[in-house]
């Protein structure tokens, strides 16, 4: 089984990556390496097109290529124009037919800058919870909004080009600027899954994981007895689904949570393991080393460094 990746912000409010083709990639990372604390993790392309995660909200701003981007159990296929909202823990990857013609602009936005944004603007944080309520991840914005949004990134990347602090006000707000964009509702479409019709159940089940994410008791058996399906048949739907198995998507999502838990460093690793609905540290451990190929406590050191 391949690792997953778990991407997180470490230090910085916000963080801006510009891949262009193949060729270009290795001078869109020089850019912008000195302001971004995770360019190390980015610049190694292959984790992302597997199954990852991060603590922050993701926007993919999608600018040409071929592209089947998979989000919490929806496909969608990319056209330009499009720009994917990714919310903190959601299990995504892209599926890319040729990386030397897949151009896009990946936004990382830590949590709390996004909430100082969201109690600016009302409409925003609307916007954001509609979006959830819809299970919608994709938004095709008209074409003039989508060109001054990625103008706005595009003076941001220029300025970090020429040592702009990543604090600085302008910055944020050319940055506020563009989420406004993004984020309006009357500057974009929302696209729905392209490759089957919204299926409420899944829907139903994934907010059940997601409400009871924390329970010890949160299993197969368990959730095919809630939904009044048979566990047999409710594991291949569940995989079929969302491309993997019921027991690592709930794994991922746990993983993710102690990830942010550990960063913290608030809580011993043993109470976060408990906290985060794993019946005992020994198989905590197991798993966190068996997704992200080191251990608990190695993460917590290099956070702490």
């Given at each position: 089984?391949?690792?997953?990746?778990?991407?997180?912000?470490?230090?910085?409010?916000?963080?801006?990556?510009?891949?262009?083709?193949?060729?270009?990639?290795?001078?869109?990372?020089?850019?912008?390496?000195?302001?971004?604390?995770?360019?190390?993790?980015?610049?190694?392309?292959?984790?992302?097109?597997?199954?990852?995660?991060?603590?922050?909200?993701?926007?993919?701003?999608?600018?040409?290529?071929?592209?089947?981007?998979?989000?919490?159990?929806?496909?969608?296929?990319?056209?330009?124009?499009?720009?994917?909202?990714?919310?903190?823990?959601?299990?995504?990857?892209?599926?890319?037919?040729?990386?030397?013609?897949?151009?896009?602009?990946?936004?990382?936005?830590?949590?709390?800058?996004?909430?100082?944004?969201?109690?600016?603007?009302?409409?925003?944080?609307?916007?954001?919870?509609?979006?959830?309520?819809?299970?919608?991840?994709?938004?095709?914005?008209?074409?003039?909004?989508?060109?001054?949004?990625?103008?706005?990134?595009?003076?941001?990347?220029?300025?970090?080009?020429?040592?702009?602090?990543?604090?600085?006000?302008?910055?944020?707000?050319?940055?506020?600027?563009?989420?406004?964009?993004?984020?309006?509702?009357?500057?974009?479409?929302?696209?729905f899954n392209e490759k089957?019709?919204?299926?409420?159940?899944?829907?139903?089940?994934?907010?059940?994981?997601?409400?009871?994410?924390?329970?010890?008791?949160?299993?197969?058996?368990?959730?095919?007895?809630?939904f009044h399906l048979n566990k047999y048949y409710f594991?291949?739907?569940?995989?079929?689904?969302?491309?993997?198995?019921?027991?690592?998507?709930?794994?991922?999502?746990?993983?993710?949570?102690?990830?942010?838990?550990?960063?913290?460093?608030?809580?011993?690793?043993?109470?976060?393991?408990?906290?985060?609905?794993?019946?005992?540290?020994?198989?905590?451990?197991?798993?966190?080393?068996?997704?992200?190929?080191?251990?608990?406590?190695?993460?917590?050191?290099?956070?702490?460094?």
């Amino acid at each position: 089984m391949e690792h997953s990746i778990h991407l997180p912000v470490t230090n910085k409010s916000f963080e801006l990556y510009y891949f262009v083709g193949k060729e270009n990639q290795s001078e869109s990372y020089d850019w912008l390496k000195k302001h971004n604390e995770s360019a190390e993790e980015f610049s190694r392309l292959e984790s992302l097109f597997r199954l990852h995660s991060h603590d922050v909200m993701e926007i993919l701003v999608f600018l040409g290529g071929e592209c089947e981007f998979f989000c919490e159990g929806k496909t969608y296929s990319l056209k330009k124009g499009d720009v994917v909202v990714v919310p903190p823990y959601a299990v995504h990857k892209a599926e890319v037919a040729d990386i030397h013609n897949y151009d896009r602009i990946i936004l990382n936005i830590s949590s709390h800058l996004l909430e100082d944004y969201m109690r600016s603007a009302q409409a925003m944080k609307e916007h954001i919870i509609y979006q959830k309520t819809q299970g919608s991840y994709v938004l095709n914005l008209h074409e003039r909004n989508f060109q001054r949004m990625v103008d706005l990134l595009h003076d941001i990347t220029q300025r970090i080009r020429q040592d702009e602090e990543n604090h600085s006000f302008t910055l944020h707000y050319l940055l506020f600027q563009a989420l406004q964009i993004i984020l309006n509702p009357e500057s974009s479409i929302p696209i729905f899954n392209e490759k089957k019709e919204l299926d409420a159940r899944l829907a139903a089940i994934l907010d059940y994981i997601e409400s009871h994410l924390t329970d010890s008791n949160l299993s197969l058996d368990h959730v095919s007895n809630y939904f009044h399906l048979n566990k047999y048949y409710f594991s291949h739907y569940f995989k079929n689904n969302m491309n993997l198995p019921f027991y690592r998507y709930v794994s991922l999502k746990r993983l993710s949570n102690a990830v942010t838990l550990i960063k913290q460093n608030k809580l011993s690793l043993e109470n976060i393991a408990l906290q985060c609905g794993f019946p005992d540290y020994s198989s905590f451990y197991r798993l966190f080393k068996k997704e992200y190929n080191l251990s608990p406590k190695q993460l917590q050191q290099e956070h702490k460094n």
